[in-house]
């Protein structure tokens, strides 16, 4: 019986152990990176663990609730809201927040993200409601601006930032939709001719530019033609006129030559004068229309002209 007893006390012992080990356990709490534990003792607030290790007191404290410091993204059905000009329209909204105090989120409001869905709701019809139809649908980031500042400021009392948000979805009615189909086909039309008119007249303006070039270029070049044609035309008759001066001048050396051949020989100054008259003649070879001859030779040329008449006779 005393071992029996024994093996019961020592059994008792290990579960009592067991137990006192669990309890211990339970108490020893690690607080992860980007969370926070709130903790109350005996129903009311005690303290906010951080993180790393934490050991609460056994039965009387207990962690009221798991914050997550995280930035959270919570995305909210399309809201039916009405805009300055009566049109009803659904808005679907995206919101991303941060806890800032886990204490405040705790205990400031029953459901935070029922709040935030529901200021955000109510939010985003009073804004809605002061811009009309085009407004709403061209000033997305003004009214993302405008509505994280109110929430921001709504929600600061429940340990809660709002750091953005933004209108995921514009759903305006269905012929609301049609009639913005239709301008904005037509608005399409409108530039697709404009762009054409545009093209047009530039081709337009290229051609006549290409034609006036043309013209350009091709007075330019009747012009050098021209003037080509004019300085051949000029270089020809330079030739020809040096050519027959060279002629005329190796005439009149040969002429030259020829007297002072016949004067070395002793002729007189009749056959001198003669042989000049001669050289006059052939230096006019025909072309002349006028011949001044030297006084010298004028009697001469008279004596041989009578001669010639009485020879005829």
């Not at 137990?19 to 303290?47: D, F, N, T």
């Not at 808005?91 to 529901?118: C, H, R, S, W």
Request: aromatic share 4%; proline share 3%.
């Amino acid at each position: 019986m005393n071992g029996f007893g024994f093996l019961m006390g020592f059994t008792g012992f290990i579960i009592l152990m067991i137990i006192l080990l669990i309890i211990l356990s339970s108490c020893v709490k690690i607080v992860p990176q980007a969370q926070a534990m709130v903790v109350e003792r005996l129903g009311a607030y005690r303290e906010t663990w951080s993180v790393g290790l934490h050991v609460k007191a056994p039965f009387i404290d207990r962690v009221a609730k798991r914050v997550i410091l995280k930035e959270q993204v919570v995305d909210f059905a399309p809201q039916p809201v009405i805009t300055k000009d009566n049109v009803t329209m659904r808005i679907d909204t995206v919101v991303f927040f941060q806890i800032t105090d886990p204490k405040l989120f705790t205990y400031g409001v029953e459901n935070p993200i029922m709040a935030i869905e529901n200021l955000t709701a109510t939010t985003l019809r009073n804004i809605i409601g002061d811009l009309e139809l085009d407004q709403t649908l061209t000033s997305r980031e003004t009214i993302n601006t405008k509505m994280r500042a109110s929430l921001d400021v709504a929600t600061d009392p429940w340990g809660i930032k709002v750091n953005r948000v933004e209108l995921k979805n514009i759903i305006p009615p269905a012929a609301i939709q049609d009639a913005m189909e239709k301008q904005m086909k037509a608005e399409r039309e409108r530039r697709e001719a404009i762009l054409r008119a545009e093209g047009e007249k530039k081709s337009t303006i290229l051609v006549a530019e290409g034609k006036k070039e043309s013209v350009i270029l091709d007075a330019e070049a009747d012009k050098q033609s021209a003037i080509l044609r004019a300085e051949a035309e000029k270089e020809k008759r330079i030739k020809e006129a040096e050519g027959q001066a060279e002629a005329i001048l190796k005439i009149q050396q040969a002429t030259a030559e020829g007297i002072r051949y016949i004067k070395e020989a002793g002729a007189d100054d009749a056959v001198l004068q003669l042989k000049g008259l001669e050289a006059f003649a052939k230096a006019a070879d025909g072309k002349a229309t006028k011949i001044i001859i030297p006084s010298e030779l004028q009697g001469l040329a008279g004596l041989v002209t009578s001669v010639k008449e009485l020879a005829k006779d």
